[in-house]
Structures are given as C-alpha cells and as structure tokens.
Antibody, heavy 118, light 113 residues
C-alpha cells in the first residue's frame, strides 16, 4: 500500500526557513515523479515543485511563486522527499502535501501546516 | 504554462441524478506517442487531502466507485458521477501532468439540490 507522511510544518516568522519531509512506504520515491502541492486556507490547490525519477535524472521544476526560494530533494536511503523553504513570506502560509504524479495510480499524504507570521 | 479551466464553479444536483464537471486545458495534453491524455481528477472533502479518482483522463483509481467516470481527449475533459450519493458532496479538481508546472483547475463545488 502506498503511504506518504509529511512532517516539519510549523509557525515561522517572515524571512525564516523550514524543511519539510515526506516519508514514503509501499513504493520507492526515486522510481517516481514526486511533487509538492500546497493549499492556502480556503483556497484551491497550487502545484509548487516536481522532481523526476532516477531515469529522468532527478531534474527539478518549480512554480514561479517559489522559484529561487524553495528546493526539492530526496534521500534514497531514507525513501524520503524533502522541501527546503527559505525566505518565507506570509503568502506561503498553507497546508503542504507531497504527492506522486499519477502515472498508473496516485498517492497523497495528509499534509503538514506551514504558518508564516510575526 | 498550461491553464486549466473548470466549469461550472459550483453545481447542485439531486440525489440519484447525474453530475457533470468539465475541464478545459489551454493546449492539448494528449501525448501522441502513447495516446494518453495527462489529466487527473481529484475529490477533496473538508479537512482531508485530495483523493485521486481518475488518471490518464479515464482510468479509475483502485477502490473508486464505478459511478465515477472520466472522458475526453486533447483539450476537453469531463468527470461524470452517474448517480449522485450524499457522500459525493465535495470539491473536485482537474490537473494536467503533461508538462510542468502541473497546473490545477480552480475547483468545482458539488452540492446536493
């Protein structure tokens, strides 16, 4: 069974940093295209980042809203996906989800809440 | 970037009746080499993460009731709930995964009439 569990969300001041983790089980993270998606309170879904699988060279992509501030990565030995978030802004306040690209089936975590406020 | 536009924004349907949600992409998301449309549908209930219903535009995720079906190709897609149940009240989103950024539609709120 595919399972994803995010962690690392917290209250942080504007300009601060945070590192989110997404522990996977039931599949190998490095064999799949993996994403981070966020949802601000009362708003729709916003895709923010993608990392290709090993066959795709681990190429990374970002939404314009986070480019240059966020970095997606993975640790094969821990089967875990990460999102390093720097220079956080109040508009980054959201629930952050990790998700598999739905090639032949999906998988989302329960999310972790990031609040950026002074 | 590919823009995904859903219609309507909200929809009220009687129990047992058919519900139809549309999704249009600003460019084709059909990859001709494998004849697959890179389109997914999600259901989201309050306080829950999105749940994948449909991928490749028409393939139902394991465990999803067969009253949910997806259709369409190229730029125009439809999610159909053949006989609305009370538990289907939710927000529904389409998403393209043809090319990054993997954009979502704005969402459609489905309610009981």
């Amino acid at each position: 069974e595919v399972q994803l569990e995010e962690s690392g969300g917290d209250l942080v001041q504007p300009g601060g940093s945070l590192r989110l983790s997404c522990a996977a089980s039931g599949f190998t993270v490095s064999a799949h295209y993996m994403n981070w998606v966020r949802q601000a309170p009362g708003k729709g879904l916003e895709w923010i980042s993608l990392i290709y699988n090993d066959a795709g060279g681990g190429t990374t992509f970002y939404a314009d809203s986070v480019k240059g501030r966020f970095t997606i990565s993975r640790d094969t030995s821990k089967n875990t996906l990460f999102l390093q978030m720097n220079s956080l802004r109040p508009e980054d306040t959201a629930m952050y989800y990790c998700a598999r690209t739905p090639y032949g089936g999906g998988g989302w975590g329960q999310g972790t809440l990031v609040t950026v406020s002074s | 970037d590919i823009v995904m536009t859903q219609s309507p924004d909200s929809l009220a349907v009687s129990l047992g009746e058919r519900a139809t949600i549309n999704c249009k992409s600003s460019q084709s998301i059909l990859y001709r080499s494998n004849s697959k449309n890179y389109l997914a549908w999600y259901q989201q209930k309050p306080g829950q993460p999105p749940k994948l219903l449909i991928y490749w535009a028409s393939d139902r995720e394991s465990g999803v009731p067969d009253r949910f079906s997806g259709s369409g190709s190229g730029t125009d897609f439809t999610l159909t709930i053949s006989s609305l149940q009370a538990e289907d009240v939710a927000l529904y989103y389409c998403q393209q995964y043809y090319s990054p950024p993997y954009t979502f539609g704005q969402g459609t709120k489905l309610e009981i009439k």
